[in-house]
């Protein structure tokens, strides 16, 4: 092993401003918006109570091993491409080519998704009559971001720590509300599980309605990977990504597995507000369960937390987007000109880049913004599969190139735990699931089918061999891996920045601070 740190080149010109609280925040809940928000309701309508909860279960339960994957190598090595960048050093240049590749594309599709949504969440308080142009709202939304990311990754982390802590309490206080309504403490009615006995509950649709559920399900998990890209401007690799990852079974445990069981418990599945069509806040799952506890401003105040959240999201969207392209550039997989940043390590012309596919929100508003959305919460959804799956193998891989090489398990910075059963694990509920959303694809038809299920994969194969036999590339030898250059290697200073120092209460307030 290599005693200095050798950067790699997709490192260099960044900035490691992001401190731990900013990387615990964003692992648990920087990406939560409309997936959890507003459209949860629907995947109880479609597959029931228990189907819902089964859903968030299994692919909560993929996810954790995801993450412990990302955590152990992110550790080690913090590139910005993370994860996408990882295949070119254990398995084959064109397998990270068509990786990164489809992991941006998977961003710069979120991003309009999600401005759709926010002008349709503005309608809520300024009536669909209104003369407002609601192609207004992305644009403003598009130059605030523009702003926020020149100024560099410190802003971003600041601004996404804050509107975190916002949509942590309002989770929090959905559960307490919701366990209090529930229990019949507040509200006047006993609710306990009598909505798992209503009529077909608990599990609804049979098998199709659940594998249904899973794409919109994975939609509403993606981004918790995320933590690997944020490793390359972290201060403290070593001591910030293991402790965001481990967040991460909070994030599921705590926040989605607990909201849709309480939601689940408390509204019928048959109720016609949970599919929430013209995705309303008066309309929301958790205004539904606020309303109950009579708390009369609910819609209001869920408005206001849905619109931050999608501001919060569409913010880590732009973050993740610009360093995939600057990976891609510097990778040598895009112009070079795109790994250009300035001075506060912005990459600024790969921010131009998004910028404008940002601007396909406004097309999405004049064509129908809910056929557009749906389609493009099927191709999310199916990338963020694929992310999962491809993460999980390059992990095995890296496990065996390290071992491969005379190293010792114990020399990682980090050991991810549950290894090697958790992934086996964690990869046939995604081999299953994967199975079951191209199944389903090719039931609902050709559109859904192609852009939903099946383009992902289509589109994938054919960076793969293409990139493979233009440039000849070859699989990795395992002996000869490249497992060191891009390491972060503590300094002494780092070395007792991760000893906890001081009384509690200090601790707390340095933290939050």
Known sequence: MQDVPQLAAEQEGLKRDLRLRHMIMIAISGTIGTGLF???????????PGGALLAYALIGLWLVFVCQAIGEIATLLPLPGAFNAWGARVFDEAFSFQMTWMYFINWALTIPAELAASAVIVEFWIGKDSAFPSWLVPVIIILIMVGINVTGVKAYGEIEYWLSVLKV??????????????AGAIGGVTYGLKSWSHNEAPFVGGFLAFVKTLVSVGYAYGGSEMTGVTAAESRNPHKHVPKAVNTVLVRIAGFYISSVFLLGAIVNYDDENLLNSDKSAAKAPFTLVFVKAGISAAANYMNAVVFTSIFSAINSDFYVATRMLLSLARNGWAHKSIGYTNSRGVPMVALAIVTSCSCLSLVTIFVGSGVVFSWFVSIIGS????????????????????????????????????YPYGNIIATFIGVCCIIGTCYLGDRDGYAQGLLGAWFPWILSAILFFSYKFTRGTKMVKAEEADLDTGRFIPSESDKEDMEAKGPFWKRAIKFII
């Open 383 to 418: 990338i963020i599969f694929q992310s999962w799956i491809l993460i999980l193998l390059l992990h095995f891989r890296f496990r065996y190139c390290w071992k491969a090489q005379g190293r010792d398990v114990k020399d990682l910075p980090y050991v991810s735990w549950g």
């Open 38 to 48: 507003l459209t949860s309701g629907n995947t109880i309508a479609t597959a029931g």
């Open 169 to 182: 309490f309002t989770i929090l206080m959905f559960i307490v509300c919701g366990i209090l309504v529930d």
